[in-house]
């Protein structure tokens, strides 16, 4: 159960992180009561993970799924340009999140 709290509390990381950049410095409502939403959440979500979860293991993959899901609907979106060598990376983000649950 911790490890499916964990992704999803990376996936509202993605929300987050968007929902901030869209808020254009907490200016604009909604997306602002999106941010402040999502980040209590995806907190909320890491504490529980890291009860039972290394805390290094838990924010790692925390972060790797946040980052890559906000750069992927950056991408989709038209907001980041798209590259080969960006979804390589990407790609090697998502290796090492899988290697650290194949680990743990």
Known sequence: MSWFVLIVSGVLEAVWATALGRSEGLSRLGPSIVFFTALAASMAGLAY?????PVGTSYAVW??????????YAMATGQEPVSTMKVVFL???VGGVVGLKLVH
């Open 91 to 93: 790609a090697m983000i």
């Open 63 to 72: 972060v790797g799924v946040g980052a890559v899901l906000t750069v992927l």
């Open 49 to 53: 993970a890291m009860r039972e979860l």
